[in-house]
């Protein structure tokens, strides 16, 4: 049995020219209880005018510390939270303030691989349960037919058919990100936002992971917003990079651009943080920069730029002005006043 079995689109089809994902000046704000003798409330800025497109099978890398907003992007581009503001357009439909009923077609269409194989799992349902349970609910295929189907979805991640009726705790953590991925592509998605989905794996199993990925992405013509913190994964898998920074997006532009030729501070920071492969093959080390101070809370955010208070590049405009993200280079846009390309010793080499 072979993967065409989905009878999915080809990853070589024509692109259209609309985008499939369209989102714009995405805000999430949440709500937190203050602290001291008047009580109160404050807010966390997680996402904070965050804006991007995604076409038919292509992959969005985002990237970016721990608490700069990337998981809670993917939340609400899946709709699993409702934003603040903002539009998320998907096929040219805005569904960002659609209730729970108007998203039931949608919900076959954008779907979501998380992080952890371990807790986003049902311990008590068999894996054949756990991924038939999306047929059954769209309607994707008869009732006769969910077995088969659960069986053929298995073999296309790699498993075997005949462990449908084994529980999650039966499978390696390899094993049970392989059953998420079946579990997404049960309704035949558009779109699947993939939440750093080898981050808690072993090195070894990382590798089977991504290619299995990839050979979905060329199979059936899949668009991925991938988010991750590993850039040499990201520049792996991805066409384009975003790269956020305290809620925002501070660069974006295709990969080959990022990497070799970053214009924004906090890009040139985050690669020149990479090991350096040459140095075991004797090579001198790059230049590293180390940026000082720690990040911001996001509950009060520097004024202007975000990234002013750790940038050795911020002059008195940067507190008073917030860059825009423009384009710096052709199809590359950075939000920083003083944006431009790094001397080559701080570009870390990285596998492509």
């Keep these: 049995m072979t993967t065409t079995a989905l009878a999915s689109p080809q990853a070589e089809a024509v692109q259209s020219t ?13 709500k937190v209880k203050g602290d001291g003798l008047l009580g109160g409330s404050a807010k ?5 005018g965050v804006s991007f497109e995604l076409r038919e099978g292509e992959t969005l890398g985002l990237v970016g510390e721990s608490g700069c907003g990337k998981t809670t992007t993917g939340r609400l581009i899946t709709r699993l939270l409702v934003p603040t503001a903002g539009q998320i357009r998907f096929m040219g439909k805005d569904i960002a303030p659609l209730k729970e009923r108007e998203l039931r077609p949608y919900r076959r269409e954008l779907q979501l691989i998380f992080q952890d194989p371990y807790s986003s799992l049902n311990p ?17 295929v008869p009732k006769d037919k969910v077995l088969s189907r659960v069986q053929e979805l298995l073999e296309v991640v790699g498993l075997n058919p005949e462990h449908y009726n084994r529980y999650p705790h039966e499978f390696s953590g390899g094993q049970r990100q392989r059953v998420g991925i079946a579990r997404a592509l049960a309704v035949q ?3 699947i936002v993939a939440d750093e989905p080898v981050s808690a794996l072993d090195v ?6 991504m290619n299995l990925l990839e050979d979905l992405r060329k199979e059936f013509g899949i668009a991925f917003v991938f988010i991750a913190h590993d850039l040499g994964v990201v520049r792996h898998f991805c066409d384009r990079v975003a790269v956020m920074y305290l809620g925002k997006i501070v660069e974006m532009g295709p990969r080959n651009a990022i990497y070799e030729a970053p214009q924004h501070p906090y890009t040139q920071a985050l690669l020149s943080a990479v090991p350096d492969l040459g140095v075991v093959r004797g090579v001198p080390p790059r230049e590293r920069i180390r940026l000082v101070g720690d990040v911001p809370s996001p509950i009060n955010p520097p004024s202007g730029c975000r990234f002013r208070t750790r940038c050795w590049k911020a002059e008195e405009i940067c507190a008073t002005t917030e860059p825009p993200l423009e384009e710096k280079a052709p199809a590359q846009r950075a939000a920083c006043h003083f944006a431009e390309p790094p001397e080559l010793s701080i570009i870390a080499e990285l596998p492509s």
């Design 124 to 140: 008590r349902h068999t894996v054949g349960t756990i991924v038939g349970t999306a047929l059954r609910t769209h309607n994707i």
């Design 204 to 209: 070894s199993i990382q590798a089977q992971v």
């Design 18 to 30: 609309a985008p499939l994902l369209e989102v714009k000046d995405l805000v999430m704000h949440f």
């Design 189 to 191: 998605p558009k779109v």
């Design 44 to 48: 966390v800025q997680a996402v904070d």
